[in-house]
């Protein structure tokens, strides 16, 4: 077992490969942290717990006079609420008698084979091939009763550990959860920085690294969604700590709604790390006898620096969240409408530009927004999924049948949970959406948000969608979201129960996909909100790719997909190639330097293949067979960054290596160009110091050890944006 209790010391162990992960149950029953990171020997760390009469620290009183014991510095591992730990909870409930006090002592655990379940989220899941163990360690307040069950799955090859919280309401009176972290962890010492991304809209997931300060740092989503701002993946870090080297703890929350992370270093020193639900606007009635899941936190350690975590994250992203078959299959390489004709299309165009994609190279052609009912712009039209005629004279199957002829596949776009003002099913059920009765609406991109927190909605929707599936021959499902979420209030919940809506949405949005996507294991789908506004893992486990960013600019988009890098595998990262100047930023980039930088990801076009000169048609064949030749080694293999856009203003560079290291692809992108400028080498990584590599299409062989410690020359001939790529083998 991966996992032990030790009686004598009263101690809790869980061991991955690599790491142990330790908390002890102090003698009044609190659940106390007390060691997490490396792989150590079994030996009581009870001398690491230094008591000791603090000032303006209250005591416990169970603890009688004992002036030294107090949750005011104490680690824990889930902390009290409301008996003198005053740093970020990790709960807060308000009780039948409206105290807000939890004093979670334990009262029983119970170890077992196998990964524990979340009924109602998403979560990793354990392979046959996996050696999971789990400890639940029941917290119980004997006062008011109630209950957290601390839920932890050790992957033990995968050095993984992942945590979920449930809470249950074993008292006489309704109780109202404030707030519920999924994990927490409290570190003994203070030299940290935090690690994570946020951004905006075309812009997401960039780069931040900040020391951890005295007082509270909290990033987080309110916006219904994940959100572009922030993404619900945060790092903690030694100070010294860099891609090779360093320790570094990852926590990754498989969710798709309102987030926090917080950090806190305290008065001492100490810092806590919580992460879970965002408890703004979150208020959830809790009856006797009832139960709340918490979403699953997913914690990785890494003593080698940002890439060890980055591998233990992709590798588990890989094997153990999707539930789509495809995420081990090689994607299609797609051409996309949006780009090529935004809204302004018919059958014609559409086929014209299908017809030119074939000679490409292109397997599946995806139709984007505009399709439907009356959708002219985004004004209008969303809610009616029916084919708008005077576009498509045949309707979707008539226009799938013609793209199959072609010899390609055929997707289309969606965006269910959406409604505009002026559509029919607006029209017909004006309540469907969120909205404050008496009080004007806000709109985003001019639409409405349907309120998946009911049940009624959510069937509604189920049909719809599954209907337009199996009217035509559909391959792919590029699956939108377009606006932050707000005016949140359901028509269904009574006043007392509106602070549930924002988590039942996304309870809804998961029942929804249930019913759609994991009942169509046949279809890609690709997630999308409005770009990388919802790249999260509970979304990876529905759809193996995401849109990763509305700006398809090569050169911001090094940027993006560096960031997105960090927690989330390349194979989930639809990129596509579009024209020049870019739609986003007016940027001229060479057509070669856009193929390699999207086919850092899952290849696609968007673009207006008609418009296309011979030469570039023959590029993009080009790139489309090179991707597809080395697309094991680009979706399975193990990235590298090897330069960061955020401190090297000249080059950004990348590497996939195969697991057996005998192939490797190396990429760069000339991002600041000087006159006369200074040669400079770029470090390859991760390659087998003792073996010999040649470079595909140069006779001359390097070992290992020379590519990786003395590098290659970045060619000074290279203009901006230009770039370099080439492959290696081993010989
Ligand atoms: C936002 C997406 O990110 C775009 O790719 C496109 O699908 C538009 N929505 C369509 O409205």
Redesign the pocket.
Known sequence: MSIRYNADSNTFILETRNTSYLMKVSRYGNLLHLYYGERIPDENLDYLIKVQDRGFSPNPNEAGNDRTFSLDYLAQEYSTDGKGDYRVPSMEVMNGDGSQIFSGKVDGFKIYKGKYTIKEMPSLHATARDRVDTLEVRLKDQESGAVAVLCYSVFEGKNIITRSTRFVNEGTCAMRLLKIMSATVDYKDSDYDMVYFSGRHTMEREFNRIPVRSGVHAIGSTRGTSSHQQNPFLILCEKGAGEDHGRCYGYSLIYSGNFIMETERDQFGQVRVNGGINPKGFNFLVSPGETFTAPEMVLAFSSHGFTGLTHLYHDIYRENLSRSPYIKKARPVLI?S?EAAYFDFDEEKILNIAREAVGMGVDLFVL??GWFGKRDD?NSGLGDWKVNRKKLKNGISGLSEEIHKLGLQFGI?I?PEMVSEDSDLYRKHPDWCLKVPGRPMSRGRNQLVLDLSRRDVCDYLVQVVNDLLSDARIEYV?W?M?RSISDVWSGLLPADRQGETSHRYILGLYYVMDEIILKHPEIIFCG????GGRYDGAMLYYQPQI?CS?NTDAKARLKIQYGTSFAYPVCTLESHVSVCPNHQTGRVTPIETRGMVAMDGVLGYELDSTRLSQEEKAVCRDQIRFYKKHYKLIAEGDYYRLSSPYENPYFTAWQHVSKDKKKSLVSLVLTDKESNDAQRYVKLKGLDRNAMYKIEGQKERYSGAVLMYAGIPVPTELKEYEGVQFCLKMV
Not at 528 to 531: L, T
């Open positions: 996309n949006w984007d927004d985004d776009w965006e590029k939108d377009n999308c909100s409005g770009g849109w509305d």
